[in-house]
């Protein structure tokens, strides 16, 4: 089955780090980009990260970069988002997704919650 | 950079919804449309600014004339209601993001 499954969601501290993860399946991982986006509650949607499919190229939300890290494990088939410093505007769910602009598989979303 | 979207667009069933997606670049980017309802997932729905998503239903149709990209419901269903965003990049392709969305009322 084609599916993207992800993990690592939940409540955290300000200035605490958190661990997304993405595990795929049913498609040919490593020729596919991948990309994070998230939405806070009730609000719209914000690409926040995304990586080329050798991990050669990485692009970041200005909100994020110096504190996020989108990695890609291809012998797992898997991408991960490493989230430092986190801050209560990181609030929101998350969903990775495969492709850069047509982004035409989702994974089913994780909530992350920062909040002491 | 931004995409700006209306807020929302309001129709009867049957009736024809415009959404609109105006960004400075879209004249030499592509627009990508994305469909979100309530509690899920985003779904592609339209990408290079005219081709449909995979499983997408021929009453939605794109186009992209100047600075202006539309996503076109003909003849609205009530499923349709949803949130829509465009999607796209900024004149130097290094920044991606995503239209401020736009709430779709059928009813």
């Known amino acids: 089955e084609v599916r993207l499954v992800q993990s690592g969601g939940g409540l955290v501290q300000p200035g605490r780090s958190l661990r997304l993860s993405c595990a795929a399946s049913?498609?040919?991982?490593?020729?596919?980009?991948m990309t994070w986006v998230r939405q806070a509650p009730g609000k719209g949607l914000e690409c926040v990260a995304n990586?080329?499919?050798?991990?050669?190229?990485?692009f970041y939300v200005d909100s994020v970069r110096g504190r996020f890290i989108v990695s890609r494990d291809n012998a797992r088939n898997s991408v991960f988002l490493q989230m430092d410093s986190l801050r209560g505007d990181d609030t929101g769910v998350y969903y990775c997704?495969?492709?850069?602009?047509?982004?035409?598989?989702w994974g089913q979303g994780t909530t992350v919650t920062v909040s002491s | 950079y931004d995409l700006i979207q209306p807020p929302s667009v309001s129709v009867s069933p049957g009736q024809t919804a415009r959404i609109t997606c105006s960004g400075d670049?879209?004249?030499?980017?592509?627009a990508y449309w994305y469909q979100q309802k309530s509690g899920l997932a985003p779904v592609l729905v339209m990408y290079e600014d005219k081709k449909r998503a995979s499983g997408i239903p021929e009453r939605f149709s794109g186009s992209s004339s100047g600075t202006v990209a539309t996503l076109i419901i003909s003849g609205a269903q009530v499923e349709d209601e949803a949130d829509y965003y465009c999607?796209?990049?900024?004149?130097?392709?290094?920044?991606?993001?995503f239209g401020t969305g736009t709430k779709v009322t059928v009813l």
């Open positions: 990586i080329k499919y050798d991990g050669s190229e990485e």
């Open positions: 049913g498609f040919n991982f490593n020729r596919s980009w």
């Open positions: 997704a495969r492709g850069y602009l047509s982004m035409d598989l």
């Open positions: 670049a879209l004249p030499v980017k592509y």
């Open positions: 999607f796209s990049t900024d004149g130097t392709g290094y920044l991606y993001l």
